[in-house]
């Protein structure tokens, strides 16, 4: 039987043609999250080890075409405040938790818990911040025997909401005009030229 190779973009594992990661909070809690905190073996490497709070998610691996991303990461402090900011590396944005926490349940016991934060854009030269459409869902271990591994390892998908309808249908009718101006811009300027009058040599049939 042939091995189909592995395809890397972006330095995560692209999969085939039609394929999807697409794990239930229960599979990604006990079959990924948990061997991963003691450190046995995965069913499969198709979610990388990569710091989801060091820069910008425009900066994470992977294909950007796909809807959600999957990411291990070592749980970072929040910031001791009122709003529970959780500052990036790079020092331009943070992410901010925007519900409370859930618990994963399964067959009646709590198995992790679940928590959705969003990105805020900073910038240098000004102090106000900027809500993106950049989320990402946390994912921890509880109700385990073990406290060991309680805090390190998390797994974070990672997904980008869509606009408002709309904002989408504003664009779409900005978009529109503009490449109408630009078609009515453009015909007029690449036409042919106007024809010249014609002279008293072209009247006359002949040069005097």
């Known amino acids: 039987m042939e091995v189909e190779k592995r395809i890397m973009v972006n330095g995560s594992m692209k999969l085939p043609v039609g394929y999807r990661f697409h794990p239930t ?22 979610i990388p080890v990569f710091d ?45 938790p925007i519900r409370k926490e859930r618990g994963v349940i399964v067959c009646g016991r709590t198995v992790g818990i679940r928590r959705t ?41 990672v997904y980008k909401r869509k606009e408002p309808k709309g904002r989408r249908q504003r664009k779409s009718r900005v978009r529109d005009a503009e490449e109408k101006e630009f078609t009515i811009g453009s015909n007029h300027e690449i036409g042919p030229p106007p024809a010249s009058p014609p002279t008293s040599a072209d009247e006359s049939g002949s040069i005097i």
Not at 69 to 85: I, L, M, P
Not at 121 to 149: D, H, I, P, Q
Request: charged share 20%.
């Open 25 to 46: 909070e229960q599979e990604l809690i006990l079959h990924y999250l948990l061997p991963k905190a003691f450190s046995s073996p995965l069913p499969s490497s198709i």
């Open 117 to 157: 934060l969003v990105f805020y854009g900073t910038n240098n030269t000004s102090s106000s911040s900027n809500k993106t459409r950049w989320c990402m869902t946390e994912y921890c271990l509880a109700g385990f025997s073990s406290t060991k591994v309680f805090g390190e390892w998390a797994v974070y998908k």
């Open 52 to 96: 989801v709070f060091f820069s910008h998610p425009l900066t994470f691996p992977g294909d950007q075409e796909e809807r959600q991303r999957y990411f291990f990461s070592k749980k970072r402090q929040e910031v001791s405040s009122n709003d529970h900011r959780i500052k990036i590396s790079s020092g331009n944005g943070y992410w901010k």
